[in-house]
């Protein structure tokens, strides 16, 4: 059992869990993730890591209220339990060398891509941040991104907050006026991260996507989080979670994700936790 010691809620839709497992925290870096039941007869989800402390043994997980399994693990309270907390999952994040990157964030994914900035500022690299929302209500992690920045965007769809527009609009003014990046790291909805790549794939500047597909084991075995990348299957949870996007089929990966929707909707909507008596 794996108790929380934190819960915070970050907006209407996304909640923050610092949970205690100090052997997923002994070994955890940016890009890694988590599987979790929130009981023994619940399903497993992956989690992607969004912080970890050595010290004191804990790892924050940041997780979109979506389906019957988030919004039961939602209601959990500081001091309760979780049953399963396996990890750390997946390749890490290759940051060496880097002296000059741009992480583009969209919504939750936010909470993926902080890591990544905070151990790349920690690398004393030059960090440029371009996050996106739909609102202002919806905007996570505003000021820990500008901690691990040295130049901090934020844009909206509505013009709420930040300078109205994409994420896309952000990062091709920077390119078109002569910034020079190592590389761009995208980490958000499909749909976002496929326009980020074929806007880098342009002006030719090395992009890495984090990819999260429907996934089960976590291991390989089970074969659910299969993706094509560069003509070749990958499996997201030993291969990834991060992938050259310039090679990645996300018109497929898209398909895919919607497979399961209605499933999703259906057991949801039976779930007796939240029928009204």
Sequence with gaps: MYRILERKELNPTVTLMRIEAP????????????ILRV????????????????????????F???GAT??????????EYVCDFVGPLGVPTHLDGLKKVA???????????LPVAKKLHKLGAEVVSIVGFRNRDLVILEDEFKAASDRFILMSDDGSCGTKGLVTDALKELIENGEQFDQVIAIGP???????????????????????PIMIDGTGMCGC????????TKFACVDGPDFDGHLVDFDEAMER???YRDFEIKRSEECNLFKKA
């Design 225 to 232: 989080c299969r993706l094509t990348v560069g003509n070749e």
């Design 257 to 259: 994700s919607r497979m």
């Design 103 to 113: 992480i583009v964030g969209g919504g939750v994914g936010c909470a993926i891509a």
């Design 23 to 34: 052997l997923v925290a002994k070994k955890a870096e940016p890009g890694q993730f988590i």
């Design 39 to 62: 009981d023994a007869d619940g399903e497993r989800i992956p989690l992607t890591i969004a912080d970890f402390d050595r010290e004191k043994g804990s790892v924050t997980i940041i």
């Design 70 to 79: 988030t919004k039961i693990l939602n209601m959990k309270q500081e001091g």
């Design 64 to 66: 979109q209220i979506v």
């Design 190 to 212: 499909l749909i976002m991260m496929k326009f980020v790549c074929l806007l880098t794939k342009k002006y030719d500047v090395k992009t890495v996507v984090s990819m999260n």
